[in-house]
């Protein structure tokens, strides 16, 4: 059974820092992209950042690029993602998620998308 578990969310003022984590079980094959989408209230959800094991590339969302960095530990089976300079603009649930293949479904909304978290909430206030 896949599983993915966030955690790390949490509130912070504009400005701060933050680290989510997601730990990954139950990949009977070796999972390539793994990373981050985001939904805030009202808002479709979006792909913030992912890495490909499949050639060793990295997403980032153009509204993140620049504050936010992933990093991966295979031997954990963890994904991280830095949040730094967080914005009120930031403030989503944030979605730990898995497929095969490269970072490309990261670029939309995610519904082709296999594996998932369950959220973790990032609240950042002004």
């Known amino acids: 059974q896949v599983q993915l578990v966030e955690s790390g969310g949490g509130l912070v003022q504009a400005g701060g820092s933050l680290r989510l984590s997601c730990a990954a079980s139950?990949?009977?094959?070796?999972?390539?992209?793994i990373g981050w989408f985001r939904q805030a209230p009202g808002k479709e959800r979006e792909g913030v950042s992912c890495?490909?094991?499949?050639?060793?590339?990295?997403y980032y969302s153009d509204s993140v690029k620049g504050r936010f960095t992933i990093s991966r530990d295979n031997a954990q089976n963890t994904v991280y993602l830095q949040m730094n300079n967080l914005k009120t603009e930031d403030t989503a649930d944030y979605y730990c998620?898995?497929?095969?293949?490269?970072?490309?479904?990261?670029?939309?909304?995610?519904?082709?998308?296999?594996?998932w978290g369950q959220g973790t909430q990032v609240s950042v206030s002004s």
């Open positions: 139950g990949f009977t094959v070796p999972w390539t992209a």
């Open positions: 998620a898995a497929d095969l293949g490269l970072c490309v479904l990261w670029s939309g909304h995610g519904r082709e998308i296999d594996y």
């Open positions: 890495h490909s094991s499949q050639d060793n590339s990295t």
